[in-house]
């Protein structure tokens, strides 16, 4: 049965052209990917998945297509952890090969990209509790926001039809990340003082996520641009995307004057703890107007911020 596949491989390695050692390179590639997952002597007991992936925004509309998603990775663990990174067949279709006998974990993350993150280099065997990324600090010191990450975690129980040979998997990736905007009014009201320049600095949010979208206990610190509006007495720091907060935490943003820290932002008027929502974008509008601090909040489905006008 495996046979001739073998003999395939043979025939097509010499018709390849030796150059830069590709061709030898080829063929042990070729019959490592063949074995993974699968003793070659048993092909029985194999199975080829093919995944199909893509991604939608919380009203459920799928935006695999719009631009939304630049780059897909695919991570395989089974029941002792991280086995491999799982190929490309297109933009949106993966494939690997698997033992009938095995349980695994598939782990896709869209928009997975170096520039704000560090990316997990996973050594076989390592666990989904202890794969993380974590974020970049600034030159200043602060942590990077994120990008627009997209996650989807999906386990594969083992194949107990001994007859099947392949099968198709999908896996739905939604946003995992979170939006933040704060706007900061009247300050120098409350403050007293109109020198020096209004910075935030957004605690409470873990620094890394493991590959089960589990924030870390320890703490990130972001810092966004934060600028005049105009010339008026008020400072923005326009939508930043951030890790979500876990249940059990709230975030606190410490509003800074330069150097000084002038007030610690903890809940709203009504008493509401900030929070973080995944997939959710949090505009906090803190009003020290009439030297009485308004909080207000207003979390809105992804993408329908930019349309908010809030009252002052």
Same mark, same amino acid.
């Given at each position: 049965?495996y046979?001739?596949?073998?003999?395939?491989?043979l025939i097509?390695?010499?018709?390849?052209?030796?150059?830069s050692?590709?061709?030898?390179?080829f063929?042990?590639a070729?019959?490592?990917?063949?074995?993974?997952?699968?003793?070659?002597?048993?092909m029985?007991?194999?199975?080829?998945?093919?995944?199909?992936?893509?991604?939608?925004?919380?009203?459920? *509309?799928?935006v695999?297509?719009?631009?939304?998603?630049?780059?897909?990775d695919?991570?395989?663990?089974?029941?002792?952890?991280?086995?491999?990174?799982v190929?490309?067949?297109?933009?949106?279709?993966?494939s690997?090969?698997?033992?009938?006998n095995s349980?695994?974990?598939l782990v896709?993350?869209g928009?997975?990209?170096?520039?704000?993150?560090?990316?997990?280099q996973?050594?076989?065997g @390592?666990?989904?509790e202890d794969?993380r990324?974590?974020?970049?600090?600034?030159?200043?010191?602060?942590?990077?926001p994120?990008?627009d990450?997209?996650?989807?975690?999906?386990?594969l129980?083992?194949?107990t039809t001994?007859?099947?040979?392949?099968?198709?998997?999908?896996l739905v990736?939604e946003?995992?990340?979170?939006?933040?905007?704060?706007?900061v009014?009247?300050a120098?009201?409350?403050?007293g003082?109109t020198?020096?320049?209004?910075?935030?600095?957004?605690?409470?949010?873990?620094s890394s996520? *493991?590959f089960l979208a589990?924030p870390?206990?320890s703490?990130?610190?972001?810092a966004?641009?934060? *600028?005049?509006v @105009?010339?008026k007495?008020?400072?923005?720091a326009?939508?930043?995307?951030?890790?979500p907060?876990?249940?059990?935490?709230?975030?606190?943003?410490?509003?800074?004057?330069?150097d000084?820290?002038?007030?610690?932002?903890?809940?709203?008027d009504?008493?509401?703890?900030?929070?973080?929502?995944?997939?959710?974008?949090?505009?906090v509008?803190?009003?020290?107007?009439?030297?009485?601090?308004?909080?207000?909040?207003?979390?809105v489905?992804?993408?329908e911020?930019?349309?908010?006008?809030?009252e002052?």
């Amino acid at each position: 049965m495996y046979f001739p596949i073998f003999t395939y491989l043979l025939i097509r390695v010499k018709h390849l052209h030796f150059r830069s050692g590709f061709a030898i390179f080829f063929f042990p590639a070729c019959i490592f990917l063949l074995l993974q997952g699968c003793v070659f002597e048993q092909m029985d007991d194999c199975v080829q998945y093919g995944l199909t992936i893509s991604a939608v925004d919380p009203q459920g *509309n799928d935006v695999t297509a719009n631009g939304t998603i630049s780059t897909v990775d695919i991570y395989l663990f089974d029941e002792n952890g991280f086995v491999r990174t799982v190929p490309r067949d297109s933009s949106t279709d993966f494939s690997f090969g698997g033992s009938k006998n095995s349980k695994y974990t598939l782990v896709a993350w869209g928009n997975l990209k170096g520039d704000s993150l560090k990316l997990p280099q996973l050594t076989v065997g @390592t666990s989904l509790e202890d794969a993380r990324i974590e974020l970049l600090e600034s030159a200043l010191g602060g942590d990077l926001p994120v990008t627009d990450l997209f996650y989807s975690r999906r386990e594969l129980s083992a194949a107990t039809t001994k007859s099947m040979q392949s099968d198709t998997v999908r896996l739905v990736m939604e946003r995992l990340v979170a939006g933040l905007s704060v706007d900061v009014s009247h300050a120098a009201e409350y403050f007293g003082g109109t020198e020096g320049k209004m910075h935030i600095v957004v605690r409470s949010i873990g620094s890394s996520l *493991n590959f089960l979208a589990e924030p870390s206990e320890s703490e990130a610190g972001y810092a966004p641009p934060m *600028n005049r509006v @105009t010339d008026k007495d008020e400072w923005l720091a326009p939508l930043f995307r951030v890790f979500p907060t876990n249940a059990d935490k709230q975030v606190y943003i410490d509003l800074y004057r330069d150097d000084t820290l002038l007030f610690t932002i903890t809940t709203d008027d009504a008493g509401n703890v900030l929070r973080a929502l995944p997939g959710k974008e949090t505009y906090v509008t803190v009003d020290f107007r009439y030297s009485r601090l308004h909080v207000s909040v207003s979390v809105v489905p992804w993408g329908e911020g930019s349309s908010q006008n809030v009252e002052l």
